[in-house]
């Protein structure tokens, strides 16, 4: 019977418990709460950073971001002071739907992150939030595009969170929810025309994520900001993903079928943003070009990205200026122009749930600074300032955990991470820019709102099916789902993996077999496949609505 075991995965984009359990409990979500009182459930714990593209690469490669090289969407380029969009050919191991393929298993993924460019499996696959649009080639096998479409018409990749800033709540909502809709029919159609013998399927709602980043504040109960009318608005949506939740395990669960509902992350508020890079230039630590001298080009560059910031707080730089301009803004010609790279120890170039933090090392970075002989002693003085970055409301620390590269990033991809990592206390998120209109280093949100939400390591699982427990997991991570999957379909585990086998959800334990020649060595990516530039204006735009840039 081995050979019929399933899995079905159901991904809800950062969820947390702290949002559903209420939800729960008011009668918006009986299918879930029915689900966790027979199965075993838990909070899963996020990678560091919690953030979308480093965690579901992990749920995919079952290793942590030190194997797998990938922290965000926006990725550090290293020798150089800026990133680039990253995608699934810059995940250098084989995923599990490769894994489960090679098997000679059918497999079925829709909507997953970091799956665009999507690789050759054994079944169907259709891109996730990377992926640029449905005019790309957003579906695997690519001959399926036609009638996927024909028999899908509404499917959509995602509603951005600019719907609710300049359409407001309602139409935010009925769009989201007509989406994930949407996208559970798309994944039945799949299921039921194209691979109904598929041993391993995922469907990911992305919204959940989108939803609680615009309002998070109106949706947790236990906020000062909860707001009771909102609420119940609010709570339509999630009534809808449910409902959705109760059609796929009415069709789709049997004896022999696991169920694993997770997320990637949790979510929490966000009531302040956090300019990096203007306290390490208040702490010394950088410098900035035009910076008490005459009026020069970055004088005038600093002027023009504040009054482009004041644009952008409305969302009124879209409708406004060229892409080429908003492209520029914020990128490589800010960085070349503005930072004193050679008066500069520490700076940050992407990151914002954590802050990534850099030294500027000589012979590494191409205008590097501190010699290696330093770097040790000057790290050290970047933590400790670091330590001193307090809201001036309060007089409170903002750092929660100021962490050195070689405590989180263990493997190949060491040399690549940032020096420093800065993990937020709740309430705060970080901005790399280099400007911002006001001197203050921490301030409201861009859109002057404190109802806005950010991403937590408290995710969400769920283990449901034929026996398993009905109890709560201890300790859970994101890591460990990986090889849970594996072992629940008598797949060899490669011995790199970084996770555990969830052998407490189970009431009599799974064998696990380990595949000891898996060796992650130096792993080696696909051969890179940039985006075509209408690509890359579509992806830059939509992360940065989403806050992700």
């Known amino acids: 019977m081995s050979e019929h075991k399933r899995v079905l995965l159901i991904g809800l984009d950062g969820a947390t418990w702290r949002l559903l359990e209420p939800l729960m409990a008011r009668g918006w979500m009986p299918n879930l709460a029915r689900l966790r009182a027979q199965g075993a459930w838990g909070v899963l714990e996020s990678t560091i950073p919690p953030v979308t593209a480093p965690a579901w690469t992990t749920l995919q490669t079952g290793v942590l971001p030190g194997k797998h090289g990938i922290l965000d969407f926006s990725q550090y380029v290293p020798g150089q002071y800026h990133t680039r969009l990253a995608n699934s050919t810059d995940i250098p191991l084989p995923t599990i739907w490769q894994l489960v393929s090679n098997a000679g298993r059918r ?7 970091m799956t665009f460019p999507l690789r050759p499996v054994d079944g169907v696959a259709v891109g996730g939030i990377e992926t640029p649009s449905l005019r790309s080639s957003f579906i695997y096998p690519h001959d399926l595009r036609e009638q996927f479409l024909h028999a899908n018409p509404d499917y959509q990749i995602l509603v951005p969170q600019t719907e609710f800033n300049l359409h407001g709540l309602d139409r935010f909502l009925e769009r989201s929810t007509t989406v994930e809709r949407a996208r559970m029919s798309a994944f039945l159609y799949l299921v039921d025309e194209v691979a109904p013998d598929w041993s391993l399927a995922m469907v990911h709602v992305q919204s959940t994520d989108i939803v609680q980043h615009a309002v998070y504040g109106w949706l947790d109960p236990s906020d000062t900001r909860f707001s009771s009318e909102n609420y119940a608005r609010i709570a339509q949506f999630y009534q809808a993903v449910d409902e959705g939740l109760a059609r796929l395990v009415a069709q789709l669960m049997d004896e022999r079928t696991l169920l694993v509902v997770l997320s990637d992350h949790g979510h929490g508020p966000e009531y302040k943003k956090v300019n990096m890079n203007l306290y390490l ?20 560059l600093r002027g023009t990205m504040k009054w482009l910031l004041r644009l952008d707080r409305w969302n ?8 080429r301009i908003r492209r520029r803004v914020g990128d490589r010609l800010v960085q070349d122009h503005t930072v004193d790279w050679e008066r500069t120890t520490a700076y940050m170039i992407n990151g914002w749930a954590n802050a990534f933090v850099y030294v500027n090392v000589k012979g590494r970075e191409p205008r590097g600074v501190v010699a290696q002989t330093e770097y040790d002693q000057v790290r050290t003085r970047v933590a400790e300032a670091l330590s001193q970055l307090a809201d001036p409301a309060t007089g409170e620390p903002i750092a929660a955990q100021i962490l050195c590269r070689e405590e989180v990033f263990a493997g190949p991809y060491l040399d690549h991470m940032p020096d420093l990592v800065v993990v937020p206390k709740s309430g705060y998120e970080f901005t790399a820019s280099v400007f911002q209109d006001s001197d203050e280093v921490v301030r409201p949100n861009r859109l002057g709102r404190d109802d806005m939400g950010s991403h937590t390591p408290d995710g969400i699982v769920l283990v449901a099916g034929s026996g398993v427990n009905s109890e709560r997991l201890p300790q859970a991570h994101l890591v460990d789902l990986f090889p849970t999957v594996l072992a629940w379909l008598d797949i060899p585990i490669p011995a790199y993996s970084d996770g555990r086998v969830l052998q407490e959800a189970f009431v009599t334990p799974i064998r696990a077999v380990m595949d000891a020649a898996a060796d992650v060595g130096q792993p080696t990516a696909p051969e890179r496949q940039d985006y075509s530039p209408e690509e890359q204006r579509t992806m830059e735009e939509r992360l940065r609505a989403l806050g992700y840039m």
């Open 281 to 300: 230039l208040q702490a010394g630590l950088q410098q900035v070009r035009g910076q008490g001298r005459a009026r020069g080009p970055a004088f005038w």
């Open 107 to 113: 497999v079925i993924s829709v909507n997953v992150p």
């Open 316 to 323: 009124l730089n879209k409708a406004l200026l060229p892409h």
